[in-house]
């Protein structure tokens, strides 16, 4: 598991959607793996279904000033300078100084996180709205000294080959500064969870293949989608989002639109020994979830957090740090993907073969004199094939039909002897 003194580390790194600091990350998560985490890249100014790939923006300094005293400085907190801001070295009194200056008055000691990537020529500061409120009138130094330039938008990828093509993918992202829950307990969980993948596939070969995503938000995952689209669309069957999976509240499943991937059902299946967790709809979505479940891409896709995004106080803060995570909480969730991967692992899906329902006597189960009891059984097989659509793994069949597990693996095995239906590899 990484510790603590790595996550303050990274917590600390200034990140965007392009820069140095997305590079450092992304280098010290793949030391972390003994570099299985390779650098991607897409280059500045390619455009994908619309989104252009942005320019590198890396800060060198950032401050207000008055009387040489600086109230706001981007050394102390990464979110103090909104994202984008170009470079400017000018005086300006307060009124017009207050224009420039982000709070949250709802939350006054907090300083809240404030994007602008696609603006030009923009710049602004958030600050403190208790501060804000304090600050006096007088003459306000702000500089900003930024390097914008082309250059690449970087991301990390891992990949776990096993037996087959058919592959299940990792994905969190690394493009939000200094904010622990929402954008550090992402990677590290992601980070832990190859590892300890990684370890186990040295031990014995997988079932399936495994791919790890370390991704600026939407943009990146557009991007790659673009690129990949027809890669994934056939070798994927499930996508797991995971961010803000930091704390020790409750586990919360973010469904797809219909409630029926096999992304959610594997979750399900697992959630259900981490009593009691809970659902959100679609409609609160938030996170990458939106562009694999997009109705064209329709890869199925879940996403499961524990202090959800926009339902908790802290969320897009300076108060979002390191004291709100919890190390015990990054090991749990770890834990929980790690019991997903394991439920891959070690099922089964099956598809029924058949055009219409098969002429059952001919395989010695419809018998010849029907009794009710002879019914039953062949209803018991009927149902278990009528499940069989590629997506339902041993657990989930045996829930659709009402049969015990054992019953219902003893019937599979017997359907796939008589090749009535197949395993999908």
Known sequence: MINKNIIKKIFNIHRSLAGNGNRETLNILSDQTSNCIKIRSFKSGKIYNGWKIPNEWNVKEA???????????????????????????????????????????SFPSAIPYITNYYSKNFWGFSMQYQKFQKLVSGKYRVKIDVDIKKGFMNYGEAYIKGNSKKEIIFSTYICHPQMANNEISGPVVNTN?????????????????????????????????????????????????????????????????YKNTLSEK????????????????????????????????SIDCCSIVTSKYGEYKEYHTSKDNLNF?????????????????????????????????????????????????????VKSFMDVLSFCNGKNNEKAISKFTNLNLIKTIKILKFLEKKKLIKVLR
């Open 266 to 297: 594997m979750a399900i299946q697992v959630l259900n020994e981490h009593q009691p967790w809970e659902k959100r709809s679609f409609l609160n979505r938030g996170s990458d979830e939106r562009q694999w479940l997009s109705p064209h891409v």
């Open 63 to 105: 401050f207000i000033s008055l009387k040489n005293k600086k109230i706001v400085d981007f050394k102390n907190n990464n979110l103090h300078l909104i994202a984008n801001s170009i470079s400017v070295d000018k005086y300006l009194n307060l009124k017009n100084l207050k224009k420039k200056i982000f709070t949250l008055k």
């Open 193 to 257: 969870l190859l590892n300890l993948i990684k370890n186990l596939s040295r031990k014995k070969k997988l079932k399936y293949s495994y791919r790890f995503l370390f991704l600026p938000e939407t943009i990146g995952t557009i991007a790659l989608l673009n690129k990949r689209f027809t890669y994934f669309k056939k070798h994927t069957i499930a996508v797991y989002i995971i961010t803000c999976v930091g704390t020790e509240k409750k586990f919360k499943l973010i469904q797809s639109p």
């Open 325 to 377: 995570l919890s190390l015990n909480g990054i090991k749990r969730s770890t834990n929980l993907f790690f019991k997903i991967f394991k439920n891959f692992e070690n099922s089964n899906f099956y598809y029924n073969l058949n055009i219409g329902e098969p002429k059952m006597d001919k395989y010695g189960i419809y018998p010849k004199t029907s009794t009710k009891n002879q019914k039953e059984i």
